[in-house]
């Protein structure tokens, strides 16, 4: 069954370090988000991408965030220079189609980013 | 502006002891209803949705919800839990897109 993976499974960073969280979606997938959930809050939606460009962003996503999909197969999520307030769980998901809510996001396993 | 409430952050019970897992939202518009599941050290995995008809949705390992439009809800319920369901459940709701999550309610079934 296709899985949405996600890479590294941990990452350790010191504060004002760039981080970049990698994902490879389901392939025929074509709409891509993010979302992260610090430790004993829930999850929260980061950013939708479709079409090489984001569709929606929430707050939270400021301009120390951005995202690409640099080729066919991986979406990242980078964070310019990290923040204590950054460490938390970071979700990848990725799903056929969106709008209606009709289809199904499929979620990676995550990356715990720890920012010391 | 959508949002959504899960009751309990923890649920302990014993093996093929019923249990609810309670979730309420608000939401001024018709939203479609989800519930997700995560076991340890996974990702998210989708147990079961409402988009429209039936009130009443199953999974295929014997959770069900059910709709609620006039008290906002949609609890989710198993009549006999196995240890294996042990695993963090998460409500979600959304409106095109984005998925916005209740705060998780860990279920903890005890032999």
């Known amino acids: 069954e296709p899985e949405v993976t996600q890479t590294p499974s941990h990452q350790v960073t010191q504060m004002g370090q760039e981080v970049i969280l990698r994902c490879v979606p389901i392939?025929?997938?074509?709409?891509f988000y993010w979302y992260r959930q610090i430790l004993g809050q829930k999850v929260e939606f980061l950013v939708s991408f479709y079409n090489n460009e984001i569709s929606e962003k929430s707050e939270i996503f400021d301009d120390q965030f951005s995202v690409e999909r640099p080729d066919g197969s991986n979406f990242t999520l980078k964070i310019r220079s990290t923040k204590l307030e950054d460490s938390a769980m970071y979700f990848c998901?990725?799903?056929?189609?969106?709008?209606?809510?009709?289809?199904?996001?499929?979620f990676g396993p995550g990356t715990r980013l720890t920012v010391t | 502006a959508q949002s959504v409430t899960q009751l309990d952050s923890q649920v302990p019970v014993f093996e093929e002891a019923p249990v609810e897992l309670r979730c309420n939202y608000s939401?001024?518009?018709?939203?479609?209803l989800f519930w997700y599941v995560q076991y340890p050290n996974q990702g998210l995995q989708l147990l079961l949705k409402?988009?429209?008809?039936?009130?009443l949705v199953e999974s295929i390992n014997g959770f069900e919800a059910e709709f609620n439009k006039s008290q906002t809800s949609f609890h989710l319920r198993k009549p006999s839990v196995h240890i294996s369901d042990t695993a963090e459940y998460f409500c979600a709701v959304t409106k095109g897109g984005k998925l916005i999550f209740g705060q998780g309610t860990e279920l903890s079934v005890k032999p």
């Open positions: 998901a990725s799903s056929e189609f969106a709008g209606t809510g009709l289809y199904e996001q499929y």
């Open positions: 392939s025929n997938h074509l709409y």
């Open positions: 409402y988009l429209s008809g039936s009130t």
């Open positions: 939401s001024s518009v018709s939203v479609y």
